[in-house]
């Protein structure tokens, strides 16, 4: 495994401006704990939110009393950091867009999630919960220890104490 994304990172290196997409998006960045592009960044924050309401909402519709609470607060929050990463992205130069669309593998999870009832469901959506938790907190750390320090950066690096608290509450859901 390590010599794959090695060999990635070699093959990728000389055109690390087009490549930063393809690694973040691929996961390398991840792997290798490098920073995303600040339009990465807020791609990946973006569509984070779309799927965390869409779920959200699903669970508030569909799941037990405990995690239709947790859903409730998702919502919130998510809506509430969605409005936020849009005004700062307004503030700053056209380069970057927030997407208004959930990726493909994001509708697919919601796809499946909306097939499934009972414990089924919130098995599922627990379990949703976590990676998607675990994978936010992984970009805001990453983005967040950029040596560049912008607005959103600062924003980020303010939302991660939330996603981890997501997280964690996330993981209480399975026990």
């Known amino acids: 495994m390590k010599s794959f994304v090695l060999a990635a990172v070699i093959a990728l290196a000389p055109a690390a401006a087009l490549a930063q997409s393809a690694t973040e998006r691929t996961g390398v960045n991840t792997l290798l704990g490098v920073a ?6 807020v791609r ?20 037990d009393p405990a995690t239709r609470e947790f859903a409730e607060q998702m919502v919130r929050d998510h809506e509430r950091t969605s409005s936020e990463l849009k005004q700062l ?5 056209a ?3 927030v997407p208004t669309e959930m990726t493909e593998d994001q509708k697919e999870t919601l796809a499946t999630l909306q097939g499934l009832r009972g414990k089924d469901f919130s098995d599922r959506y627990h379990s949703d919960q976590v990676k998607a938790h675990a994978d936010a907190v992984d970009l805001f750390q990453r983005y967040g220890e950029k040596v560049e320090q912008t607005a959103i950066q600062s924003w980020a690096a303010n939302t991660l104490p939330t996603l981890r608290h997501h997280l964690e509450m996330a993981k209480e859901l399975n026990r």
């Open 36 to 41: 995303p592009s600040t339009a990465d960044f």
């Open 44 to 63: 990946k924050a973006a569509t984070s939110d779309l799927f965390e309401i869409a779920a959200g909402e699903l669970a508030i519709e569909r799941a």
């Open 89 to 93: 992205v307004e503030n700053r130069a």
């Open 95 to 97: 380069d970057v867009v």
